[in-house]
């Protein structure tokens, strides 16, 4: 392939060779150094190939050899240039394009995030602009540590940020903490959550009052939801449950309130802390869900407008239009950047948007539509659990059609977290007073 390359950079022909003496020019030719390759004979003549300095040095030898040589084809960059070397407008535009490239690759053009589950990339890139991070910009204004430092600062629930530069994107990857995940999973279920950034807010102002205050903030872990504990592991405080006890929706699982007691085994005081601990029980959960019998399923007419267009450091073109006397129809966008190569990417971007009509005709669920329905539904409901870190152990949930529904419920057993916070009790220590007769004060 190299040598191919070389050949074409310096250019190469194709000759015919005839005369009685073609033979002779060959032996010539070799005797001399002269490389050619592709030699076949034709007719009488012989074909071949050879790079511009031979085709000079074969001239004095087809003279000697009274042979004739003819040019059938020629290659290269070299008659690349000489065949339109009076088309100037090419040329600049062929260097204005290579200048274009050259400026484009010293910009960033795209920012990708990856491993981002919690925070969506809007939300990561309006961040990023605020830090003056944003496409167009230049690479050598772009502080990968810095990025790095800043994500970290205002996300406390990622834990592991990087951030490269690969041809004009920039990507950044995220670990975001798994366990702010199943917090909210358990929160989800009772109470309303506020989001992860506010929470850490309450919890560190908790723990300068609690600080201003000379002692930790006391916390219980109370039941969520009535169940069977199964497993219980206490970080935190004084358990106040063990595996296989039944408890009830508030009942206190983890004290966060410790006795002090004394060699008489009397409480001389208490000891307040945060209660921790990771306790998991069998519960129930009640499922219901419904559907119509019947339903509007779209019917394209196969009517459809397009509008391709193109965007260009953020001003678009398109031609066409999208409007139409269309009483039901979708509208779809398929975009997609420019690049060269794997990751240089470049400002511009090709799209096209279109219009499909459709009507909307009355249809009945079949009784196997219904099930096929109902089931999808119920198990991507399961899932939502599980990615919540819900064990599913079992169910009991069965399929009922009416006269203009159908409807799902039953029982789900599952295995779950079932803690949830509650500020402890706060108790007033009593002293007993004894009199002290010698002096006749207290003592």
Known sequence: MIRSLLRYLKGYVKIRVEGRSAERFLNMCGFHQI???????VENAYEMYLDIPGLKRIRPIARKTHTRIRILER?????????????????????????LLK????????????????????????????QGVAPSMLKSNVDCPGIVKAIRGEYNDIVWVSASIEGSLLE??????????????????????????????????SRQDSEVSGQNKAVDLVAADDGIITDIVTRTGVPQVHKGDEVKAGDILVLGRVDILNDSGEVTGYEYRHSDADIYA????????????????????????????????????????????????????????????????????????SRREYTLEERTYTREEIQQELSAR??????????????????????????????????????????????????????????????????
Request: glycine share 6%; proline share 2%; hydrophobic share 35%.
């Open 75 to 99: 290659h290269g960059f070299t008659f690349f240039l000489l065949h339109y070397r009076k088309r100037k407008l090419f040329f600049i535009g062929l260097l204005l394009c290579i200048v």
């Open 35 to 41: 490389y050619i390759w592709g030699l076949s004979p």
């Open 282 to 353: 069998d519960t129930e959960m009640e499922y219901t869900d419904s559907i119509p019998l019947t339903y509007d399923e779209k019917v394209y007419t196969g009517k459809s407008r397009y509008q391709p267009y193109a965007r260009i450091f953020g001003w678009t073109v398109s031609v066409g239009t999208l409007k139409a006397d269309f009483e039901y129809s979708d509208t779809s966008t398929d975009e997609s950047r420019l690049k060269l190569g794997e990751n240089f990417y470049l400002p511009i971007s090709l799209g096209m948007r």
């Open 172 to 205: 950044i990857r995220v670990k975001e903490n798994e366990d702010t995940f199943q917090d909210d999973a358990v929160q989800s279920d009772g109470a309303q959550s506020d989001n992860a950034q506010d929470e850490s807010e309450q919890k560190s102002s």
């Open 378 to 443: 119920f198990a991507h409901f399961c899932s939502e659990l599980e990615e919540k870190g819900i064990q599913i152990r079992g169910n009991s949930v069965k399929i009922h059609i009416g006269s203009d529904s159908a409807t799902v419920s039953g029982t789900l057993y599952l295995n779950q977290k079932i803690t949830r916070e509650a500020d402890t009790e706060i108790l007033a220590i009593e002293r007993k007073e004894k009199l002290d007769e010698s002096v006749g004060t207290d003592n």
């Open 103 to 130: 400026t484009y690759s010293l910009f960033i053009w795209d920012i990708h995030f990856e491993g981002n589950r919690k925070w969506p990339d809007e939300t990561l890139l309006e961040f990023l602009d605020t």
